[in-house]
């Protein structure tokens, strides 16, 4: 059995894979293909659409969607996620589905915007995400209790910093937000989360 190794890239969506797997004391490989790399047909053949991150496990099958790897990660180590069958795993389950499908999705709207209209729509489109997620950092907020699952902290909370760090004011995501603003600090404080951001490689392009 080999190890696992993690396709990325630097201060991306692979962000998270680094987090849960050094929290739980796991090591890894990681490798940062450029631009070119993964728009070859032998890198979609790992992923129909050239995305990553990629996550080859150590008996070689492989995964991709970030929900995807971390759902691997959180079953196969415990910490990182509440137990199956409890109210608290369903409120787990709700946020990260939040997370997956609305922060995020908004996110890349912000960053990617030549995906989804014109130049001349461009700013309408990057407001309305903006509004969109206001409404879902409000909720979030109100939900801290410190953690998402309430005392326990889980990978849904390493996976709210991630796209946290995507948002192009974080000073006003925080700013009236004194729960996300504390968890947030915390999640930069801890050794998983730092060691793994000062191994980052440096990026060369934007997104």
Same mark, same amino acid.
């Given at each position: 059995?080999?190890?696992?190794?993690?396709?990325?890239?630097?201060?991306?969506?692979?962000?998270?894979?680094?987090?849960?797997?050094?929290?739980?004391?796991?090591?890894?490989?990681?490798?940062?293909?450029d631009p070119v790399?993964?728009?070859?047909?032998?890198?979609?053949?790992?992923?129909?659409?050239?995305?990553?991150?990629?996550?080859?496990?150590?008996?070689?099958?492989?995964?991709?969607?970030?929900?995807?790897?971390?759902?691997?990660?959180?079953?196969?180590?415990?910490?990182?996620?509440? /137990?199956?069958? $409890?109210? =608290?795993?369903? #409120?787990? +389950?709700?946020?990260?589905? %939040?997370?997956?499908?609305?922060?995020?999705?908004?996110?890349?709207?912000?960053?990617?915007?030549?995906?989804?209209?014109?130049e001349s729509g461009?700013?309408?489109?990057?407001?309305?995400?903006?509004?969109?997620?206001?409404?879902?950092?409000?909720?979030?907020?109100?939900?801290?209790?410190?953690?998402?699952?309430?005392?326990?902290?889980?990978?849904?909370?390493?996976?709210?910093?991630?796209?946290?760090?995507?948002?192009?004011?974080?000073?006003?995501?925080?700013?009236?937000?004194?729960?996300?603003? /504390?968890?947030? $600090?915390? =999640?930069?404080? #801890?050794? +998983?989360?730092?060691?793994? %951001?000062a191994a980052q490689?440096?990026?060369?392009?934007?997104?």
């Amino acid at each position: 059995m080999g190890r696992y190794h993690i396709i990325g890239r630097a201060g991306a969506g692979s962000l998270i894979a680094e987090f849960l797997f050094r929290e739980v004391g796991v090591d890894y490989d990681i490798s940062f293909p450029d631009p070119v790399e993964v728009k070859r047909a032998d890198f979609h053949a790992r992923n129909p659409l050239g995305r990553i991150p990629v996550l080859i496990c150590p008996d070689g099958h492989q995964i991709f969607e970030t929900l995807a790897i971390i759902n691997h990660i959180t079953t196969h180590f415990d910490g990182l996620a509440p /137990a199956v069958g $409890t109210p =608290l795993h369903d #409120r787990y +389950s709700q946020f990260m589905a %939040l997370l997956a499908t609305s922060i995020y999705p908004a996110y890349h709207r912000q960053h990617h915007s030549h995906y989804y209209a014109q130049e001349s729509g461009f700013d309408d489109l990057r407001a309305k995400a903006v509004a969109e997620q206001a409404v879902l950092y409000d909720y979030i907020e109100a939900a801290l209790a410190p953690y998402i699952c309430g005392e326990v902290l889980t990978a849904a909370d390493f996976y709210l910093y991630m796209l946290s760090r995507w948002d192009f004011n974080k000073t006003a995501i925080r700013a009236t937000r004194p729960k996300l603003d /504390a968890l947030l $600090t915390e =999640l930069r404080a #801890r050794p +998983s989360v730092s060691q793994s %951001l000062a191994a980052q490689p440096q990026r060369t392009s934007g997104g």
